[in-house]
């Protein structure tokens, strides 16, 4: 038989590389925002403008990135927001505790705060069996409340390191910026763990069935505690990165990124229920809720106008391949 | 005897909550330097009910396995909305009442369009949703302001004979007429049995899809008749992102206190007053204790997960480890 290339493998092939249905819709989408926004204004294919969204498409993505590791278990990860605050405020502040062994530190001592943080909100929802959705929402007041506690009375050292400056705004490679480089990082790591590793294929099992996956062998607790750490330890990564990119930490800094970085998870095809998703689509809605984001604030549209459009374009998108089958037997 | 007690066993998680809320509520009345006065009731339980409501507003769709992340913005938007229209004469005034409690039940219809046409997960569609009602929200008032119709608000958060705050009244006026014909309703057993299992409601010929958008709209509306009030005890509007989040994540927080599975299948709006009940005594015991107010984030989201974490004893109950991971 003559292998000609027909629709179907076609689709096999685009597959393989994890091409599939979601991440061409939401590439194409990609594309249609970045003509709009050139017919608006050619500045917008320019190198500069899009390596500059690239990099504020990194604080998002690497948030991402540890949100989807948790949605694909079925859970979801409300601590988000002040775990960002919590890794940025670790690290800027350790050298104001234990001195300048504490700038040499400071990144990794901020990732494992994060991290810490995710082991208990795995151990909530994997060992005491509490919903994720509130247990994390719970932890997220507790971190908040501890963080208060600590910078209310005395502010600590809040600013960013030298080297927390140089990942998150620097340019040392062929002037991509550095901060893009530490998504790839991530990126690569996640794609090679979900599609080669025998801890990815635990994950999807467990998203799909956690009791099949137990009765597989599989020690589901450790992997459910592993994705909810690596979730903190992502959200304190872009903490820092941010604190870098805005020169300190501040209180409530990552409140505006749990409902984008649930979108982009979302948008880019990963089922919310958890079991099914693949690493392309994640990058993909990031990088189209940032564009859209810039091109509304381009346009100077009004707050209001920005929030509806926001909102309406995420349903929209949802609408077109997000549904879920119709009720049947 | 045997019947008493199943329904006690029953209805154990509402029970605990208004134990509880019982105990706390005495303490703070008993360290309270007014001691039990109308004064002091009133201005609890004006406090108390806007969580209520807004939690009430939550336990209709988590009944049904689904999930509400747009009630605190539909209460501030309705809020933005009466501060606007519940002015003037009497008569304008509640035409103006009935026009945001129809704009909060559209606000909910959409919810419930969107997830039972659209097919797609609550969650997700309320988040979205809740952006867009944030973004109208703030074109209706771009800066805090606006009024509202005095003798309304006075009357709202005053109280009956000088001693029942009517705010309470108000509360259990909204639990009779919206919570307990839904729940008597063939639609109140069909959300349940959603939330049970929606495939084997679906094959029974449980109403599932009008079912779904009945517990949006009504989500909606009660979060609407919060909206309200909350103007009536500010007197203002404001499209405020704050405010709107704490209310959501808080009539979460109480309608999981209230007993309510967080599943589907289980629970009742009456447990989840009681869980705000429980949730705004404990900021009024922080300032009787005359707890620093640095130390108050801490203690409360301490509380909170304390009281989230009773839901573990079930773990330690189980016979059969495949059981826990229903």
Known sequence: MMATPSASSWTLAMNRFGIDRPVQIAIGCIIALLAAGAVYSPAFLSQDYLLQQLQIATFLGVIASGAMMVVLLGHIDLSIPWVVTLGAMMATGLSGWIGPLGVVLAIPFGILCGALVGVFNGIGVAYLRLPAMIFTLGTNAVVQGLLVLLTGGSAPQDKATDAMRLIAVGRSFAGIPNAVLVWLVVGGGMIFLLRRTRFGRAVYAIGNMEAAAYLSGIRTGRIIVACFAFSGAMAALSGILLAGYSTKAYQAMGDSFLMPAMAAVVLGGTSILGGRGNYLGTVCGVILITLLQSILSIMQMPDAGRQVIYGAVIIAMLLVYGRERSTRV | ?326
């Open chain 2, 1 to 326: 005897m045997k019947t008493l007690r199943l329904t006690l066993a029953h209805n154990a998680g509402p029970l605990a909550a208004l134990a509880i809320f019982i105990l706390m509520f005495a303490i703070y009345i008993a360290f309270h330097p007014a001691g039990l006065s109308s004064a002091v009731v009133t201005t609890a339980t004006n406090k108390a009910v806007l969580l209520a409501l807004v939690a009430m507003a939550q336990t209709l769709p988590v009944l049904t396995g689904g999930i509400d992340m747009s009630v605190g913005v539909i209460f501030v938007l309705t809020n933005c909305l009466a501060s606007r229209l519940v002015v003037g004469t009497m008569p304008e005034a509640l035409l103006g009442i009935l026009a945001v409690l129809v704009a909060g039940s559209l606000a909910g219809l959409v919810n419930g369009l969107i997830v039972v046409a659209g097919r797609l997960q609550p969650m997700i569609t309320t988040l979205a949703s809740g952006a867009v009602f944030a973004g109208i929200a703030l074109w209706i008032r771009p800066s805090p302001g606006g009024d509202v119709q005095s003798d309304i608000a006075d009357f709202a958060t005053g109280t009956l004979f000088d001693t029942i705050p009517v705010g309470l009244l108000l509360l259990a006026a909204v639990v009779l007429a919206v919570w307990v014909p839904f729940r008597r309703s063939e639609y109140g057993r069909a959300a349940l049995a959603i939330g049970s299992n929606e495939n084997a409601a679906y094959v029974s010929g449980v109403p599932t899809r009008q079912a779904k958008m009945l517990v949006y709209v009504l989500s909606g509306l009660l979060a609407a008749i919060g909206g309200i009030l909350l103007t009536c005890n500010t007197y203002s509007g404001e499209a405020s992102a704050t405010v709107a989040g704490a209310y959501t994540l808080n009539s979460i927080a109480a309608v999981v206190i209230g007993g309510t599975s967080l599943a589907g299948g289980w629970g009742t709006a009456i447990g989840s007053v009681f869980g705000a009940f429980i949730l705004r005594t404990i900021e009024d015991l922080l300032f009787v204790f005359d707890l620093p107010p640095l130390w108050q984030p801490l203690f409360q989201g301490a509380v909170l997960l304390l009281a989230i974490s009773v839901g573990a004893i079930r773990v330690f109950r189980v016979k059969n480890r495949l059981e826990i991971f229903q």
